[in-house]
C-alpha cells in the first residue's frame, strides 16, 4: 500500500480538507498505515498536480483558508486500478525482532521490561480495536462498504492477537534463562 493510494481512499470516503484528512488519518487508517500530517500535505500537492484530486472551489477565497479536497475521475481509476493488482506480501521489518535476535548473540539483559510494554501495548490496542468493532458493526445486515471494513479491523484484531500470544510465550520462554 502506498501513501498516495491511502489518501485518494480516505478522500472518497468524504472529500475533506488535508487537516481533517490528517485527523481521520489519526483515527481509521493510521491503525494500518501510518503517515506524518506534513507527509499528508506534502502528498496531496503531488495527487493535485497529477491531476488525481483537486481543490473545491471557495466560496470566498482568502489567503491561508483551508483547501478541501476530493478525488477526480483519474484519481478514481488509479484507485480502481491499484486494488486490482497482484502485490506480494511485504517482509516483517520490526525492530523488536531484530532486538531478539541480538539478544541472543549480547544476552537478554532488560529485554523483559520491553517485551512486557509491548504486550501491553498490544492490549491495549486489541481493546481499542474490539470498542470500535462493537460501536461500528455491531448492526445485523451491514452495507458492503462496513462489512470490507470490518474485514479490515478483524485483520488488525487477528494481528494483535498474534502479538500478544508471541509475546506471552516469549516472555514466559526469558523467564526460563
Known amino acids: 500500500m502506498s501513501l498516495?493510494?491511502?489518501?485518494?481512499?480516505?478522500?472518497?470516503e468524504k472529500p475533506s480538507s488535508g487537516l481533517e484528512l490528517a485527523r481521520r488519518f489519526d483515527k481509521s487508517i493510521g491503525h494500518f498505515w501510518q503517515a506524518t500530517h506534513q507527509q499528508i500535505y506534502r502528498e496531496l500537492g503531488k495527487l493535485?498536480?497529477?491531476g488525481l484530486i483537486r481543490a473545491l472551489p471557495a466560496e470566498q477565497p482568502?489567503?491561508?483558508?483551508?483547501?478541501?479536497?476530493?478525488?477526480?475521475a483519474a484519481g478514481r481509476a488509479e484507485l480502481t486500478d491499484w486494488v486490482s493488482r497482484s502485490e506480494d506480501p511485504r517482509p516483517i521489518r520490526d525492530p523488536l525482532l531484530l532486538r531478539l535476535r541480538a539478544a541472543a548473540v549480547v544476552g537478554p539483559?532488560?529485554?523483559v521490561a520491553e517485551?512486557?510494554?509491548?504486550?501491553e501495548l498490544h492490549q491495549r490496542q486489541l481493546a481499542d480495536y474490539?470498542?470500535?468493532?462493537?460501536?461500528?458493526?455491531?448492526?445485523?445486515q451491514p452495507a458492503v462498504e462496513d462489512r470490507?471494513?470490518?474485514?479490515?479491523?478483524?485483520?488488525g484484531m487477528e494481528l494483535e492477537s498474534s502479538w500478544i500470544n508471541?509475546?506471552?510465550?516469549?516472555?514466559?520462554e526469558l523467564r526460563k534463562l
Open 130 to 140: 474490539a470498542s470500535i468493532e462493537e460501536r461500528d458493526f455491531s448492526h445485523d
Open 62 to 72: 482568502t489567503r491561508g483558508q483551508r483547501k478541501e479536497y476530493e478525488v477526480l
Open 4 to 12: 498516495p493510494h491511502a489518501i485518494l481512499t480516505a478522500l472518497l
Open 48 to 50: 493535485e498536480q497529477s
Open 115 to 119: 517485551l512486557q510494554r509491548h504486550l
Open 148 to 155: 470490507l471494513r470490518h474485514v479490515v479491523l478483524r485483520a
Open 109 to 111: 539483559a532488560g529485554l
Open 166 to 172: 508471541w509475546l506471552t510465550q516469549t516472555l514466559a
